[in-house]
């Protein structure tokens, strides 16, 4: 299974991009230990990990602790041993925020469009709310991570540019 991860790291100067090599990690703490590595000094260090176009793992650091996880499809970690790895602990699926049955798709504010489809096989798990200081609110990454036809690329694109890193992932990705 390939993957593509991307750190970003925010420091007093803003927003940095590096790419991080999973390749050998036998563990969770070894992949927050390679995204500390990036910035040690970091005040938030983010690591998107995306997977055959088909999932997307969030981790985040404050200040180089504090470990929080969000996976976009429970899926991935019976697909692959990385995917085991990053998201197997996870047993919590937050499809069910707000008292909702699934997450709601995303208002574009046109009363006139046609609403986002939703998968409804994804299974996200995690902590969905990682990104709620930063811009993004849980619902809004739950909706990005199961709208149909997304992928874990387009959705990292959108939470990077709320972030104000969007030009730097970009960048990573051309190399």
């Known amino acids: ?19 991080v ?3 050998g990690a036998t563990d969770i703490d070894e ?3 390679r995204l500390r590595d990036v910035d040690p000094e970091a005040d938030v260090s983010l690591l998107f990990v995306e997977a055959d176009d088909a999932y997307l793992v969030i981790l985040r650091l404050d200040e180089g602790e504090d470990l929080r996880v969000f996976g976009s499809d429970s899926a991935y970690a019976e697909e692959s041993q990385l995917g085991s790895l990053l998201v197997g602990d996870l047993k919590t699926s937050v ?7 699934e997450p709601r798709p995303a208002s574009t504010g046109d009363d006139e469009s046609e609403q986002p489809v939703v998968d409804p ?3 996200p798990v995690g902590d969905a709310d990682l990104l709620a200081n930063l811009g993004i609110s849980a619902q809004k990454l739950l909706t990005l991570c199961t709208h149909e036809g997304m ?10 540019q709320v972030l104000g890193c969007a030009d730097e992932v970009e960048e990573l990705r051309e190399v």
């Open 121 to 123: 096989e994804a299974d």
């Open 95 to 101: 499809t069910g925020l707000d008292g909702d049955d």
């Open 151 to 160: 992928l874990p690329a387009d959705v990292t694109a959108e939470i990077c």
């Open 1 to 19: 299974m390939s993957y593509f991860a991307a750190a970003v790291v925010r420091d007093e100067s803003g927003w940095t991009a590096a790419e």
């Open 21 to 23: 090599s999973l390749r």
């Open 31 to 33: 992949v927050a230990d």
